[in-house]
């Protein structure tokens, strides 16, 4: 009797309390992130945000959660059930399935995959088709308008964003996050030289990082940062929401726990564009400190706890920035959106990764 | 061109998201409830955040404002003047007179007649501050109280008549009687001059 050895008990629990872990991340993150949100929001404008729910409103958003897990799921008499009820369900589950394939620290990824990286594409795509399904499904005007808004926004931005992650593919060789990861490190096998000259191999840190190894990078990583941003849906590129509009878009008519995965997926996508910004800019899991001499910052601060501790940190960073931004630029028309697309963007990452091309063959 | 744009678009952006970081990282300090005379009334709203969490701060207002409306009705000469000069005739007044001065106000008017009812509706008062003009002896004022909540719309018309219904009947009959007497004297007066002329 054959049996693979690799397929046993064990190897489901462990994939099974994988994504659990992961789940409850996300989760968590959201709430913390909501309560961030508002909290940045609010000392944005000089107000206070949240103060009275908890010590300065920190259960905020367990409150919130609460509140919407015992409303009411209603479905619009002329909705289209099916999709309607799908809808949010496939939208939460395409950016879930994203974290598959992000590593976390060195050996700590939950599915290393040669493809990892263009999974991630394709996943985070079918998250453009379930929000056309809770806009059509809805029957409602401000729904359809706003999906439609969605879809054609994330679909055009992914072209820009596509060729910077191309322009870093270019330069890591490889489509697998875990082995780009190993790369910008001192747990890297191959030779490392910041900005093609000097060899850092062994110093690592901050001067490891793709974005140091190859400095058009920075520009592609710019470039990858703004479409995220037009992707997750965030303003200023948030016109599927557009509030004063289309009342909230594609989300209009939903209520309660469907409403509430939604919004779970928006910040859970906003994790997951600014992890895979720092898997392949920032280092991913590798410390910013250089081994200097006797001072081996790199070697202590290298690690699994380490690299968690590292890729949240850095991740974290983004999604304040995407905050930041968020809460400071005012909303793109969709004629300037499509022109920064089209115009500026595009091009730009095109050059990217003709440089890269250059870089590799001659630089590297 | 396109390069001028997208660098003009990114110096810009830029200019922006410093604002907001300065107003992000300078909220640390909370706003001083000050009176809107202080000098620093509005320079205040530069720095910090800006709120004024109501119920645990209030700025200060004068004893006198323009809210809701007082009556000290030892002081009132029930002249209905208030009443007639509201706009919305929210004041609702009473009068009985008296067989006597009742008495004086603390400003020397003497009194002459009883207030029976004086309801001042506060529902519908618009707090134009009229009555409290025409007022002879200064008894009715708007005081620095605005915020009350009341459970029933009837409560929010305030009684400042201290009267009970069995004064005000005792007080009615006592006029009624003054007048009743009054009449037969004048008519026992006129009996005795046409007495007197035939």
């Given at each position: 009797?054959?049996?693979?050895?690799?397929?046993?008990?064990?190897?489901?629990?462990?994939?099974?309390?994988?994504?659990?872990?992961?789940?409850?991340?996300?989760?968590?993150?959201?709430?913390?992130?909501?309560?961030?949100?508002?909290?940045?929001?609010?000392?944005i404008?000089?107000?206070?945000?949240?103060?009275?729910?908890?010590?300065?409103?920190?259960?905020?958003?367990?409150?919130?959660?609460?509140?919407?897990?015992?409303?009411?799921?209603?479905?619009?008499?002329?909705?289209?059930?099916w999709?309607?009820?799908?809808?949010?369900?496939?939208?939460?589950?395409?950016?879930y399935?994203?974290?598959?394939?992000?590593?976390?620290?060195?050996?700590l990824?939950?599915?290393?995959?040669?493809?990892?990286?263009?999974?991630?594409?394709?996943?985070i795509?079918?998250?453009?088709?379930?929000?056309?399904?809770?806009?059509w499904?809805?029957?409602?005007?401000?729904?359809?308008?706003?999906?439609?808004?969605?879809?054609?926004?994330?679909?055009?931005?992914?072209?820009p964003?596509?060729f910077?992650?191309?322009?870093?593919?270019?330069?890591?060789?490889?489509?697998?996050?875990?082995?780009?990861?190993?790369?910008?490190?001192?747990?890297?096998?191959?030779?490392?030289?910041?900005?093609?000259?000097?060899?850092?191999?062994?110093?690592?840190?901050?001067?490891?990082?793709?974005?140091?190894r190859?400095?058009?990078?920075?520009?592609?990583?710019?470039?990858y940062?703004?479409?995220?941003?037009?992707?997750s849906?965030?303003?200023?590129?948030?016109?599927?929401?557009?509030?004063?509009?289309?009342?909230?878009?594609?989300?209009t008519?939903?209520?309660?726990?469907?409403?509430?995965?939604?919004?779970?997926?928006?910040?859970?996508?906003?994790?997951?564009?600014?992890?895979?910004?720092?898997?392949l800019?920032l280092?991913?899991?590798?410390?910013?400190?250089?081994?200097?001499?006797?001072?081996?910052?790199a070697?202590?601060?290298t690690?699994?706890?380490w690299?968690?501790?590292?890729?949240?940190?850095?991740?974290?960073?983004?999604?304040?920035?995407q905050m930041?931004?968020?809460?400071?630029?005012?909303?793109?028309r969709?004629?300037?959106?499509?022109?920064?697309c089209?115009?500026?963007?595009?091009p730009l990452?095109?050059?990217?990764?003709?440089?890269?091309g250059?870089?590799?063959?001659?630089?590297? | 061109?396109?390069?001028?744009?997208?660098y003009?678009?990114?110096?810009?952006?830029?200019?922006?998201?410093?604002?907001?970081?300065?107003?992000?990282?300078?909220?640390?300090?909370?706003?001083?409830?000050?009176?809107?005379?202080?000098?620093?009334?509005?320079?205040?709203?530069?720095?910090?955040t800006n709120?004024?969490q109501?119920?645990?701060?209030?700025?200060?207002?004068?004893?006198?404002?323009?809210?809701?409306?007082?009556?000290?009705?030892?002081?009132?000469?029930?002249?209905?003047?208030?009443?007639?000069?509201?706009?919305?005739d929210?004041?609702?007044?009473?009068s009985?007179?008296?067989?006597?001065?009742?008495?004086?106000?603390?400003?020397?008017?003497?009194?002459?007649?009883y207030?029976?009812?004086?309801?001042?509706?506060?529902?519908?008062?618009?707090?134009?501050?009229?009555?409290?003009v025409?007022?002879?002896?200064?008894?009715?004022?708007?005081?620095?109280?605005?915020?009350?909540t009341?459970?029933?719309?009837?409560?929010?018309?305030?009684?400042?008549?201290?009267?009970?219904?069995?004064?005000?009947?005792?007080?009615?009959?006592?006029?009624?009687?003054?007048?009743?007497?009054?009449?037969?004297?004048?008519?026992?007066?006129?009996q005795?001059?046409?007495?007197?002329?035939?």
């Amino acid at each position: 009797m054959h049996r693979n050895s690799k397929f046993t008990l064990s190897f489901y629990i462990i994939h099974i309390l994988v994504a659990i872990g992961l789940f409850a991340f996300i989760a968590m993150f959201t709430l913390f992130a909501v309560y961030a949100e508002r909290k940045v929001s609010a000392f944005i404008q000089d107000r206070l945000g949240p103060t009275e729910t908890g010590k300065f409103g920190s259960l905020q958003t367990l409150a919130d959660i609460v509140k919407l897990l015992q409303k009411e799921l209603i479905t619009p008499a002329a909705a289209d059930k099916w999709l309607f009820m799908l809808a949010p369900i496939i939208i939460f589950v395409a950016v879930y399935m994203g974290f598959a394939a992000l590593p976390w620290g060195p050996g700590l990824v939950p599915s290393q995959t040669n493809i990892g990286l263009y999974y991630i594409f394709a996943i985070i795509s079918i998250e453009t088709l379930g929000i056309l399904m809770a806009g059509w499904g809805s029957n409602n005007k401000f729904s359809i308008l706003g999906a439609m808004r969605s879809a054609a926004q994330i679909i055009s931005y992914e072209i820009p964003a596509g060729f910077a992650l191309i322009s870093a593919v270019m330069i890591t060789q490889t489509l697998d996050l875990q082995a780009a990861a190993v790369q910008q490190g001192i747990l890297s096998v191959e030779k490392v030289k910041f900005l093609g000259a000097w060899d850092v191999t062994h110093i690592g840190g901050l001067l490891s990082w793709n974005i140091f190894r190859a400095p058009h990078l920075i520009v592609a990583f710019v470039i990858y940062f703004i479409a995220s941003l037009a992707e997750s849906n965030r303003a200023p590129f948030d016109i599927p929401e557009a509030e004063s509009e289309l009342v909230s878009g594609f989300h209009t008519e939903y209520t309660g726990l469907r409403f509430a995965f939604v919004f779970l997926a928006e910040y859970s996508m906003m994790f997951l564009v600014s992890m895979l910004a720092v898997i392949l800019f920032l280092g991913a899991w590798n410390t910013p400190f250089p081994n200097m001499g006797v001072v081996k910052l790199a070697d202590w601060t290298t690690g699994a706890a380490w690299g968690i501790a590292w890729t949240i940190i850095k991740t974290l960073g983004l999604v304040g920035v995407q905050m930041w931004i968020r809460w400071t630029l005012p909303r793109l028309r969709i004629d300037q959106l499509m022109n920064l697309c089209w115009k500026v963007l595009t091009p730009l990452a095109f050059a990217c990764m003709i440089i890269s091309g250059i870089w590799r063959l001659w630089v590297m | 061109m396109i390069v001028n744009k997208t660098y003009n678009a990114l110096a810009t952006a830029w200019k922006g998201l410093a604002l907001t970081l300065r107003h992000l990282f300078g909220s640390t300090k909370k706003r001083e409830v000050a009176p809107i005379k202080s000098a620093n009334y509005f320079k205040e709203l530069e720095k910090g955040t800006n709120t004024i969490q109501y119920p645990k701060q209030e700025i200060p207002i004068p004893e006198v404002g323009r809210y809701q409306l007082d009556v000290e009705i030892d002081d009132c000469i029930v002249c209905d003047l208030c009443a007639k000069a509201c706009p919305v005739d929210c004041i609702r007044i009473e009068s009985i007179k008296a067989t006597e001065a009742i008495g004086q106000t603390s400003d020397g008017s003497t009194k002459r007649l009883y207030a029976a009812q004086f309801d001042i509706d506060m529902a519908k008062c618009m707090y134009c501050g009229l009555c409290t003009v025409v007022c002879p002896t200064e008894c009715i004022t708007m005081t620095n109280q605005y915020d009350r909540t009341v459970r029933h719309l009837d409560e929010l018309t305030y009684k400042f008549s201290v009267m009970t219904p069995d004064e005000i009947d005792e007080k009615k009959v006592a006029f009624e009687k003054q007048q009743a007497e009054k009449l037969a004297a004048k008519q026992a007066a006129l009996q005795a001059k046409q007495g007197g002329a035939s």
